[in-house]
């Protein structure tokens, strides 16, 4: 039998504001959501000899645990700069990269891409230290265009959900499923960390380590080489994670005793981060991977309906381009510009870069009716701030 290695990954995520929506409306769920957020801390240290954790926090999710508002009124529930820091020197995580603003790559402008890659780096960087390798694409929402990009802001390999990636002629979904492949467009390549998909389900809604040996166990049976098996989901939405009593949730149902078993050997699989596991494992083949996302909400994932499925959806993601041509437009203008300007337009191109990228929040698309008028508000802001700018370019 095949050596095993399991990957595990953990998405979190929340939109702008919403903590602070969720402190100041609904305490209980704002407690149950702000501690998933430190679990993943406690638990790897708690089996540091074991456990190895891939975890992502959005830019965005960042930015709000670094706000002082924000720290301020969790302090009775969690020490947000404490947890911060104790994140920074543990050595069992793996950090993801993610757009700043989590946006649905393939369905904004592609003008944008490099701005949400570079500014999530960034914040990941500033926050606990270490530059980011792999890029989960938030919702999974991947396309083969992005890969110059993602090469360009320095990430080596990027997660994508295993139903996209094209099964070559002679090759089985498990042999695809679980390994590396390389990807290539135009004269850029990338790794490509294909997603479990039916076990990633299961993660993210419950199960017990009893099941998730046999399961592995059956699909890997198969397999002549090292089998990569990678599992994620996100890490604070649904009962599962936010279950109080930690027995009962994914922490102590189902991670407790997995690591138990590793621990007295009764388990033959490895956990591991996923650029430890690259640096032994290198990928050979090559594959194509389709355009699409994970089954999440009504969505399969096969295509952006979850997103994009109504008319109210398309033409707010209609305006979202324009606001962004008008945008890229001003800031060339900007540069042939008599230098004199730039002081005053600088910095209101800048503040229009923000409200811009905020728009593209994939949570103003994925609820519909209720979350749209979130993205009208952003495009106005930006919008004012750059007929400011164009009065000082004409």
């Not at 603003?101 to 270490?130: C, Y």
């Not at 017990?208 to 090292?226: Q, V």
């Amino acid at each position: 039998m095949a050596e095993v290695y399991h990957a595990l990954g953990l998405h979190m995520h929340q939109p702008p504001n919403n903590l602070r929506l969720l402190i100041e409306t609904n305490e209980w769920e704002a407690r149950q959501i702000i501690l998933c957020y430190e679990r993943p801390l406690r638990y790897a240290h708690q089996y540091k000899e074991v456990a190895r954790l891939n975890v992502g926090f959005s830019g965005i999710l960042l930015e709000q645990f670094t706000d002082p508002y924000i720290v301020d009124q969790y302090r009775h529930i969690i020490d947000l700069p404490q947890m911060l820091a104790a994140y920074r020197e543990v050595e069992n995580i793996e950090w993801i990269g993610m757009g700043y603003f989590h946006p649905i790559f393939p369905l904004i402008p592609m003008e944008d891409w490099e701005l949400q890659l570079r500014r999530g780096r960034e914040k990941i960087k500033e926050v606990f230290g270490k530059e980011p390798r792999g890029f989960w694409p938030s919702e999974m929402a991947f396309c083969m265009e992005m890969i110059p990009s993602l090469k360009r802001c320095g990430y080596d390999y990027v997660v994508v959900d295993s139903v996209h990636v094209k099964t070559q002629e002679g090759k089985s979904r498990e042999n695809i499923t679980y390994q590396p492949h390389l990807a290539h467009y135009e004269d850029y390549e990338i790794t490509i960390i294909p997603r479990d998909r039916d076990i990633s389900n299961a993660q993210e809604s419950g199960m017990d380590e009893g099941w998730f040996k046999n399961e592995l166990e059956y699909k890997t049976r198969l397999a002549s080489s090292p089998c990569l098996a990678t599992t994620w989901s996100d890490g604070e939405n649904g009962g599962w994670f936010r279950q109080m009593a930690e027995e009962a949730g994914f922490w102590g149902h189902y991670f407790s005793p997995y690591m138990e078993k590793i621990k007295s050997q009764k388990v033959e699989v490895t956990p591991v981060m996923i650029s430890d596991y690259l640096k032994s494992n290198k990928p050979t083949n090559s594959v194509e991977v389709q355009t699409g996302a994970w089954n999440v909400g009504s969505s399969s994932g096969y295509d952006f309906s979850q997103w994009e499925g109504s008319e109210s959806q398309k033409k707010a993601m209609k305006e979202v381009w324009e606001i962004s041509r008008r945008y890229h437009q001003l800031i060339e203008k900007n540069i042939q510009v008599k230098k004199e300007y730039s002081t005053k337009t600088e910095p209101l191109l800048k503040q229009a870069e923000d409200w811009l990228l905020r728009a593209e929040t994939s949570c103003y698309f994925f609820w519909g009716e209720a979350w749209l008028p979130k993205v009208y508000k952003n495009i106005t802001q930006a919008r004012r701030l750059l007929m400011e700018a164009e009065h000082f370019l004409h």
